[in-house]
């Protein structure tokens, strides 16, 4: 069974997380001595894949150096980059495989351990089907990994379960992108950005979770450019912005749909290119008709004044921006956010030059390339779809398979959790994922995982999730194997291998293809080389929307960067989408789409009466599984605060460091209060990087986005009470 | 110290701990150390050059100088003459009817002349009272260090001839 | 140095503490930040400030030093203290009017940003400069920021009656030629010599 082996303090005491402060050797020593090397790679964090170089000295990495040359980020970094070499060395690292004993994890040979990990496998699909086993995979994943791993999930298991973190990330956005511009990509590189008369900034909290994105915007602005931010809290970006639009969590539509009501009203539309490139406005315009500022105003909270500025601001520009991320993303209406951002692109003509698009904003590493060969539930090679009969048999044709043994669309990653709480899946192997903190409700996550018959993770730390698991497979950090990642602007870069994973530890994709091995599918996974995988890769996803197949690795050392689509090896990358007006469809147009207001899955209510949304801190990572083991992040932001109104702190009588209990409809934590004016006096704030009594996400509820399945975090209902210091 | 230092508004320990580095005066202990090492350095080398000088002055051939006529001095007798340049003062000494021998005439302490001594069968140094053995130049006693240099002869058609100095640093 | 010069614009900041992250990763102190960093008000407000030492023309801090333990080089860097000599009394810590010394326990040594000089000295770029993602703090050649900034570098403060030029230069409004923040130092009191432009 999965629950965990021994105490969560024993567990914590042997596999930490334990803060590394010191690069190897300390800082006198060691690592101050000239590095053998400098390694130029990329970040192992968020979506910008910010340039940097590893210092290596004796298969160890030893510090940083800034990587000037590299053109999306010129040297820059955010304190996690800075950091993040602090992970290889660390005490906490995973060096040989681990199996559960009834005390606790033993260490374990690779043998016995893939061995197990196949069998188990072969038995729960023997006695209960293909699909009782899934796979997750992971957005931090190269390119390489993510496409191996669907392959494996197809062609090695079989099952038609395999999903991905990203589910959590981007899903909204591409399905939205997708379906009105016929590509999941964001259209622009990102030096549109600072060619930009107008930006608005929706739901993105560019300066924590996207800092290199704040030198392009405020290069824009040194031009004269123009910022808008909506978002329920004042966030740093939001101290130089030119209308600050403090939006209710869940209502962005509202305020979208008032802002293209208006445009349309005031005929600040482009007619001509509507007209010329898309088709389906009259849906739209129809759809924002009552969406009037003062019945926008009403819902979002945001003045109609300001409504009509942003609308005009906007409108009169025929450079404009708007950059979005989870904040818009995030809810159950995040492909009709998405849809309404797009909408004001098309509707103004701001697409498809310098300085005007829709900007998504990728958050994970390889957000945009784990996202594009198949690792997720529906998706085939080259951001192919799974029920496309001409995309199975190419993909079909490049693997040595009849299309027919292609499964069809499985679960979504919190669909799979569902299943696995009751019982339909019994079995899961998962890579570069942490759902027991990830996942929203994660209480129920917990209840799921220890229902599991048989679990096994691959992970180089022992994550909280892993921690459940019957085997860990020690694998590698980011630097320990070679391969390519998308960045935000699809500009496809070099991951260099910096070091050998240590001890027993493995590479990621030689442990797969060692499983698929041991279930005796190893002929369709003959790689060594991460290297032979792209190549494979580079025949799936031709023809595809995502064509990979002009691209090799020299091609990106040469050019810094390629940008698909890139479908034959002289073509140079396409940095710039939809330039000669030309958009994904087969009929060459971008799609409008209805849009129709719903509320949100947890709704406020008497019981419930102030809104919770959930975020991040520049310092945490995600899970936190590889930046709460890093002492100096964890120092600079080291506990999860409640963000709180002094107004509504008042309410309740809570002083800035009171402990107050946030209750939801799931269960509730104990917090620290942070009284702040920076946040709407109707809502509270809590960053969820971390686990167990302090994770937010026990208690943020399931309610997905029906098309994109995205897990709605940024709206819940909960309420609050002052609280004494917690027990434990 | 003040009558060495022109009149200042700006108080001594200014001048003397300046903030600024271009305006050190004192000198550094890295730079003092610069000094002495390089000065110890100039001097080895200069002792170098004399050295090479010195070695490199020993004449490639020695010359051949005629020094007397073979019956022209007495047994017991003595000869001053200069081998092998014009500065090299040196003696000859007939010891024997048959038998001649020259030495360097510089004592090898500190270049006094010496002399023979014919009562005591050596040469002597008036200086300190150094005493070189008339069979090989050798100290026999007192302050000298090395052996005289002694200069080789040839009798040539009833002539003495000095062709050739040995054991000497010239 | 090297034609490259620093700007700080603390309205560009944006809390990410890079600066913070990479200062003590440089070859110079390692280990230890020296980077001034400030939430100004985080009730009110988000705003936040990151400062290096300001290097100033005729640095305070090496004159009240008694040890002699501060010197400012020839390229117009002002070190921080000297190990051999410091003998952590903080009088520099007191002087500075930017406050930028820190007493660091651990070592009893006052220690402050030096410019990485280890990297300056040979024509890279500061730590900070190079990784800060807003380029609130900035090292690029006067032309750069000419040619792409709004605001003017200045480098003139007022303390009271104490000016003080620097050599890392702050952005401000253009037509700001001096920075003065004591309402004093704007009063017209005659014309008495030591009333500054500072208007």
């Known amino acids: 069974m999965a629950k965990t082996p021994g105490t969560l303090e024993e567990l914590k005491t042997r596999f930490g997380p334990h803060l590394n402060y010191n690069p190897p050797g300390g800082w006198e020593k060691g690592s101050g001595e000239t590095p053998e090397k400098l390694v130029k790679t990329h970040c192992c964090f968020c979506g910008q894949q910010c340039g940097i170089q590893l210092k290596v000295r004796g298969n160890r990495v030893t510090g940083f150096e800034p990587w000037e040359d590299f053109p999306f980020n010129r040297g820059m970094l955010c304190p996690k980059g800075v950091k993040r070499y602090l992970q290889g060395s660390h005490p906490d690292r995973l060096l040989h495989p681990l199996m559960r004993t009834d ?90 950005i600072a060619a930009a008369e107008v930006l608005m900034a929706i739901g993105a909290n560019v300066g924590e979770c996207a ?81 009037n500022p003062r019945r926008a105003a009403e819902v979002s909270g945001v003045a109609p004044e300001a ?87 190419h993909v079909a044709d490049v693997w040595g398979i009849s299309p027919d043994d292609l499964p069809a669309p499985g679960y979504s990653a919190v669909e799979i959790m569902n299943a696995i709480h009751r019982g339909e899946i019994k079995g899961l192997l998962s890579i570069c994922f942490n759902p027991l903190v990830s996942l929203p ?288 | 110290m003040s009558w060495f230092r022109k009149p200042s508004s700006t108080p001594l320990w200014r001048d003397e701990f300046p903030v600024f580095t271009a305006d050190e005066r004192y000198v550094s202990r890295r730079q003092f150390t610069k000094f002495l090492t390089l000065t110890s350095f100039s001097m080895m080398v200069g002792n170098l050059w004399i050295l090479a000088r010195s070695t490199l002055r020993r004449p490639a051939t020695w010359p051949r100088v ?74 026999l006693e007192g302050p000298p260090q090395r052996a005289l240099p002694r200069v080789a002869l040839e009798k040539t058609d009833g002539q003495l001839v000095a062709i050739r100095m040995e054991g000497g640093l010239v | 140095m090297f034609g490259m010069e620093f700007y700080v614009d603390p309205s560009r900041c944006i809390g990410c503490q890079s600066c913070l992250k990479a200062c003590e990763e440089c070859d110079t102190h390692r280990g230890v930040s020296m980077i001034n960093f400030d939430f100004i008000d985080r009730e009110a407000t988000i705003a936040t400030a990151a400062y290096v030492c300001w290097h100033c023309d005729d640095p305070t801090c090496a004159q009240v030093c008694p040890a002699d333990a501060i010197k400012k080089y020839d390229d117009g860097i002002v070190g921080s203290s000297l190990k051999p000599r410091c003998i952590g009394c903080s009088n520099c810590v007191l002087a500075c009017p930017f406050g930028i010394p820190k007493l660091v326990p651990q070592y009893e040594q006052m220690m402050k940003c030096d410019m990485c000089y280890d990297r300056t000295s040979v024509g890279k770029r500061p730590m900070c400069a190079t990784v800060c993602p807003s380029q609130a703090l900035a090292y690029v050649t006067p032309e750069t920021i000419a040619a792409t900034r709004r605001e003017k570098p200045v480098n003139t403060f007022w303390f009271g009656n104490q000016k003080i030029t620097t050599k890392v230069y702050m952005m401000a409004p253009a037509g700001t030629p001096e920075i003065a923040i004591d309402v004093a130092d704007y009063i017209w009191e005659g014309d008495h010599e030591l009333v500054p432009q500072a208007f």
């Open chain 1, 103 to 192: 005390s606790g994890f033993r260490a374990a040979e690779w043998g016995e351990a893939l061995d197990f990990t196949a069998r188990r496998l072969r038995e729960l699909q023997d006695n209960y089907g293909k699909d009782s086993v899934a796979v997750y995979g992971g957005a931090s994943l190269t390119t390489e990994k993510a496409y191996l791993l669907g392959k494996f999930a197809r062609v090695g298991l079989g099952t038609r379960h395999i999903d991905y973190n990203g589910r959590l990330c981007m899903v909204s956005a591409g399905t939205a992108y997708k379906g009105a511009l016929g590509v999941d990509r964001a259209p622009n590189p990102w030096s549109d």
């Open chain 1, 211 to 291: 800092p290199i994105t704040t030198d392009y915007i405020w290069r824009a602005r040194d031009q004269g450019a123009r910022l808008i931010v909506a978002d329920p809290r004042f966030t740093p970006i939001a101290r130089n912005s030119d209308l600050y639009l403090p939006v209710r969590p869940g209502t962005d539509l509202a305020l979208l749909m008032g802002i293209l009501h208006v445009i349309i009203r005031d005929k600040l539309t482009d007619a001509a290119f509507i007209e010329a490139h898309t088709t389906g406005f009259e849906r739209t315009a129809e759809s924002v008709g009552p969406w």
């Open chain 1, 307 to 393: 409504i009509e500025k942003a609308a005009h601001m906007v409108g009169e520009s025929r450079r404009a921006m708007i950059l979005h991320a989870r904040g818009l993303e995030h809810q159950s209406k995040g492909v009709e956010n998405c849809e309404a951002v797009i909408a004001i692109a098309l509707a103004t003509g701001n697409i498809g030059r310098e300085g005007a698009g829709p900007v998504m904003i990728t958050g994970q590493g390889n957000g945009q390339g784990g996202r594009e060969h198949g690792q997720k539930c529906d998706q085939l090679p080259g951001q192919r779809s799974l029920t496309d009969p001409a995309a199975r048999q």
């Open chain 1, 441 to 728: 409700d994660a209480d129920f996550t917990r209840e799921a995982l220890e229902k599991l018959e048989f679990f096994a993770v691959i992970d180089f730390f022992l994550s909280e999730t892993a921690a459940h698991a019957d085997v860990v497979l020690a694998g590698s950090l980011q630097e320990e194997e070679e391969g390519v990642t998308a960045n935000v602007e699809a500009r496809v870069i070099h991951i260099q291998k910096a070091v050998d994973p240590p001890g027993n530890a493995r590479r990621d994709s030689e442990i797969i293809c060692e499983l698929a091995g041991r279930l005796g599918r190893g002929r369709y996974f003959p790689f060594r080389e991460p290297r032979e995988i792209f190549e494979e890769l580079r025949r799936a996803s031709q023809g595809g929307v995502a064509d990979y197949h002009g691209i090799t690795y020299e091609k990106i050392d040469r050019q810094k960067g390629v940008f698909w689509p890139c479908p034959t090896l002289d073509h140079p990358g396409t940095p710039r989408l939809f330039e000669d007006g030309r958009f994904f469809h087969a009929d060459g147009k971008a799609h409008f789409m209805s849009l129709a207001w719903r509320d949100s899955g947890d709704p406020v209510d008497q019981d419930f009466p102030i809104y919770l949304t959930t975020g991040r801190v520049v310092s945490q990572y995600l899970s936190g599984t590889q930046t709460r083991r890093i002492g100096a992040l964890v120092d600079q932001y080291p506990e999860p605060k409640l963000e709180i109104h002094p107004r509504l702190a008042a309410q309740h009588g809570i002083a800035p460091g009171d402990w107050v209990t946030v209750v939801s409809r799931r269960t509730e934590i104990t917090l620290q209060a942070m009284v702040v004016r920076t946040i709407r006096p109707d809502t509270v704030f809590i960053p969820y990087h971390w686990p167990g009594s302090r994770s937010a996400n026990r208690l943020t509820h399931r309610t997905l986005d029906p098309r994109s399945k995205i897990p709605e975090y940024k709206v819940s209902a909960c309420r609050l009470q002052k609280a004494k210091a917690p027990g434990d």
């Open chain 2, 66 to 139: 005629p020094v007397a006529a073979a019956g022209e001095i007495p047994v017991g007798g003595v000869r001053t003459f200069n081998y092998p340049a014009a500065d090299d003062p040196c003696i000859l000494v007939r010891t024997s009817a048959e038998e001649y021998v020259a030495y360097s005439q510089k004592c090898t302490h500190l270049s006094c002349a010496v002399y023979y001594e014919k009562a005591q069968n050596r040469l002597e140094c008036p200086c300190h009272r150094g005493f070189f053995s008339i069979e090989d130049g050798s100290v």
